[in-house]
């Protein structure tokens, strides 16, 4: 699964960024595609938002659960050899500095994941956030999806510069940023992907232009509607100009894996989802 999804990023890749890597503006010079389009945030509007990094580099974003778990992407970290190579930001504006950084206690990728299908992971933090931690916030899960065309909500980490230049390298800023993209159904995007990557009915899309779109590297991006988290960006190949839509692992059919992963290694404490308010 990974090596397959590695393979798109480098075929399909079509702009390119230096990333930021630290708080002390260190540049690394590789490929790195975030967010395009939308437009800058505040974690303020979006306090479930967290920046999560595999040895240092960021590798997408998640959401909060509750004051001790994380819900994210599990190809975005399936590089990590343990927990203690995750790192997640918290409650900040920008990936790379501000807010609080949390080493992780634990890290589980779904059991059943292969390709977009079940590609989520929880990620436990190994101290509790403190209650009434400003800009940090849980969310709720969705029991349902939206009806088709209706607009939802992505956060991601992404670019100040104008993105109007494809091609240009430009510095990446890992800035919050917030799009807005049409939900499409599991049947009306179906027929763009093929089962190589185990697009299932566990999956849906959301609609994307080509300055409009979550991107390679935002893997794991919460993707929410009426407030309430319904998917987990899995991915968006652009091969030779094709635009396709972006995908998301259906968070609303794996209610049952993230609670019982939640309790089983909670042991005994408040593990509600979205009791951290």
Known sequence: MFVIKLILVIICATNSFGEITNEENDVEEYMEERILGGKLSKISKYPYTVAV????????????????????????VSEADSADNVTVRVASNAAFKGGLEKKLKRLVIHPKQRGYDHDMALLQLKTPLKRNMRNARSIQLATKLPKSGEKTLFTGYGSRQNESTPGIQLVFDGLLKEIRLPYMTYKECAHYYNTTLAFTKNNFC??????????????????????????????????????????????????????????KYSHGQNSEIAEYE
């Open 206 to 263: 959301a609609k994307t232009e080509y300055l409009s779109s979550p991107y390679a590297r935002d893997f794991g991006g919460p993707l929410v509607y009426k407030k309430k988290l319904i998917g987990l960006f899995a991915g968006a190949p652009r091969c030779s100009g094709v635009i396709k839509p972006a995908v998301f692992c259906d968070v609303t059919v794996e209610h049952k894996w993230i609670k019982s992963t939640i309790n």
């Open 53 to 76: 990094f595999v040895d240092g580099h960021l590798t997408g974003a998640g959401a909060l659960l509750n004051n001790q778990w994380v819900i994210g992407g599990g190809f975005s």
